[in-house]
């Protein structure tokens, strides 16, 4: 298992993946899920991954393939970002044919990027090649164990929200999965992306140890805690009803 996830606003694109790859209890090991394409002041990508890992490593071996030889069609040649994502899916459901396909096989993707003169945009590609968008109503997208993480994103993100706090969003919400899910961990990796650059921003490694993430997690704990302790208690509710009842 695994979870990524990609946030789309004014500001730009954050992309945030972790690296564990679960066969097993007995066999836990660590995967890159992050991987960039592009051509400075042309076109960027960044693409999440998400499932089987001979299936995601298949796609990005393709796409890797067809820039090297120069393809009539591939990544960098597309001129139009939607045909880019539907170009990745056709690749991903090919990969799944050739091993019998089924869910033991399937993938997911998040794909984001910009191309010149275009406007920067994000979306997830479904194990079956269709695919969705990010919105101004749904501004961000995840895969894999996305549960856990969602309450926060749901909370803070918006279309308005500044890069640097989507980012620290996006950690927060990977630490939360991280915390309720045994297959999903460090290393994480977060990238920015900041809309007309043309060219891929601040890229931040968090291994295990990092002293950051557990700042982070940290302070997050305590101010939930704190939070929490603040509550209206549960008798408070009952004195309101009763004077609710007598009026």
Known sequence: ???????????????????RTNAGIDQVNTYKKMYTFGMPKQCQYCILASGNLATTQGVIN???????????????????????????????????????GGPAFSASFIVGGQIAGRVHELAMIYPEGN????????????????????PIL?????????LETCALCALVSMGSTVKSNLSV????????????????????????????LREVDK????????SFMQLPRLDSAVQQQSQTNRG
């Open 62 to 100: 393709q796409i890797r393939k067809d820039i090297e030889t120069a393809a009539e069609l591939n990544l960098l040649s597309i001129n139009n970002f939607y045909d880019a994502v539907e170009y990745i899916g056709r690749i991903s459901t090919h990969q799944q044919s050739k091993t019998g």
């Open 131 to 150: 695919y969705i968008t990010a919105t101004e109503l749904t501004p961000f997208l995840q895969i894999g164990e996305s549960k856990y993480g969602k």
């Open 1 to 19: 298992m695994t979870y990524c996830v990609g946030i789309k606003v004014k500001q730009g694109l954050i992309f945030c993946s972790d690296s």
């Open 154 to 162: 749901d909370r803070i993100i918006n279309v308005d929200t500044p």
């Open 185 to 212: 961990g460090p290393p994480i990796d977060i990238r920015f992306y900041n809309t007309g650059t043309l060219s891929l921003g601040e890229h931040y490694h968090f291994d295990e140890n990092d002293n950051y």
């Open 219 to 226: 302070a997050w704990n305590a101010k939930l805690v704190e």
